[in-house]
């Protein structure tokens, strides 16, 4: 598949991208394997919210939306353009709407992941209340509803259920709305698994809808199971309802360990363009005083004018700046090389120490992924990959008005515009409606 670089220089060089080598087995594991995440363990607690029918309706309302707009971002990666072929997600924001659409996606995926890492520190401090909690110390196996005859836990003896919302509140049917979009969020990394597969143009699209399906289907049977084990005293967390058995379940060990290394992972994934970007400014910052140095200094020779070096868009070409024989020649080196030193521990702990506070301030996990997944999941994966689409295949194409020539633009047939300005309609709904419910529920 010939292509144009997106290459920050703008050169516009062919270059050939690389066929992928996933199946569509795998590529179907790593959709699934990505989407499904915590949010799951609060599923049963929106059940209880929602009651069976506007629990089932709504999420099945959510899931079409986000696999129709998957479906938009793959149909997105192939548009190719003279200068910019899209291997990204914040790609597709630049080829549709220039630097801005670029910065607002990368935007996004940041504040995506630093929700989740709230969202997973606050699972983590659940589970350690139980496993510190005087239930003994154990380790049991995990009791699963089939292996329990008699309530609580138990499917061949359920608990008390609702078809409709318990409280008679509508507000706690809408707060359910963020949770289930949280739960199929996930489009910021589809462009990776895309470029992985194996003739993707025809398996992508296949690869999304088993997988979705698939994801449905593992859904439901946690949220029925959860719902019926524990009917309406299904706690916010799943593993809540857990601290009731005789003691603390090996699951709950698993989860915690889980929960450690999945914090780290994700400030890692938050910390690294943060520190890029304040890495090249420390080192634009340094070029500009030493330029000025320079140009005050008429006396230096050649071989010290050599010492300032342009910056490129590479942070990583503009090191010599800071080699040893600029180390200690002016202050301003000096001062440079310890912001450096110091943007990697300082970046980290202000991420850590905001998601802490976030977490003691949100009553619940089921209100922080309601939160995360109104104002941001929509946003980031219904809102922007269907404004996307709309602006390349039907209203005006990239925002630079280049095309390939070899590619003619395929316009969106009329059916796909009504679909995507429904998902664009449905995801203003969910992101207004859901933010102010949830909003509504933290002030109660």
């Avoid at 939306?65 to 630049?94: K, W």
């Avoid at 630097?99 to 940041?110: H, K, M, R, Y």
Wanted: glycine share 6%; charged share 15%.
């Amino acid at each position: 598949m010939a292509a144009r670089s997106s290459d920050s220089r703008g050169d516009g060089d062919a270059v050939e991208l690389p066929e992928g080598k996933s199946t569509f087995a795998q590529a179907t594991f790593n959709v699934v394997n990505l989407i499904v995440g915590l949010g799951f363990l609060s599923l049963p607690y929106c059940f209880r919210q929602s009651g069976w029918i506007l629990a089932i309706s709504s999420f099945f309302v959510i899931h079409s939306v986000f696999l129709r707009t998957a479906r938009f971002v793959a149909r997105s990666l192939e548009y190719n353009t003279q200068h910019f072929t899209p291997i990204s997600f914040s790609d597709l924001g630049g080829l549709a709407y220039g630097p801005i659409g670029s910065a607002t996606a990368a935007f996004l995926v940041i504040l995506e992941l630093w929700g989740a890492d709230c969202a997973v520190l606050m699972v983590g401090a659940l589970n350690l209340r139980i496993l510190l909690a005087d239930y003994g110390w154990s380790l049991a196996a995990f009791a699963c509803g089939f292996a329990r005859p008699d309530a609580p836990g138990s499917i061949w003896d359920p608990a008390e259920t609702s078809w409709w919302p318990e409280s008679g509140n509508p507000w706690s049917a809408v707060l359910c709305w963020g949770v289930f979009a949280s739960c199929v969020s996930g489009h910021a990394v589809h462009p990776n698994i895309y470029l992985s597969t194996k003739d993707r143009s025809k398996v992508f699209p296949r690869v999304l809808d088993s997988s979705f399906y698939l994801i449905a289907s593992i859904y439901m049977v946690v949220s029925a199971f959860g719902y019926l084990e524990f009917g309406n005293a299904v706690a916010d967390v799943i593993t809540d309802n857990l601290s009731s058995l005789p003691s603390p379940p090996l699951v709950l060990w698993l989860n915690k360990t889980v929960v450690v290394l999945l914090f780290a992972l994700l400030i890692d994934a938050i910390a690294l363009p943060i520190e890029t970007s304040v890495r090249h400014r420390v080192l634009v910052w340094n070029a500009a005083f030493k330029a000025n140095s320079s140009d005050e200094n008429q006396g230096t020779s050649d071989e010290n004018e050599t010492s300032t070096v342009p910056v490129a868009d590479d942070p990583s070409e503009t090191t010599p700046l800071l080699s040893a024989e600029l180390g200690a020649s002016t202050p301003a080196t000096a001062s440079s090389r310890l912001a450096l030193l110091l943007v990697r521990p300082v970046i980290r702990t202000l991420i850590s120490l905001s998601c802490l506070l976030s977490a003691l301030l949100l009553p619940g996990l089921s209100t922080a992924l309601s939160l995360m997944g109104s104002a941001l999941s929509v946003t980031l994966s219904v809102i922007f990959p269907s404004a996307v689409f709309l602006r390349l295949f039907r209203y005006g194409g990239p925002w630079d008005g280049s095309h390939h020539p070899s590619e003619p633009k395929v316009p969106a047939q009329s059916w796909e515009v009504v679909a995507a300005w429904t998902c664009v309609g449905v995801g203003l709904v969910v992101a207004i409606v859901g933010t102010l419910g949830t909003l509504v529920s933290i002030a109660s």
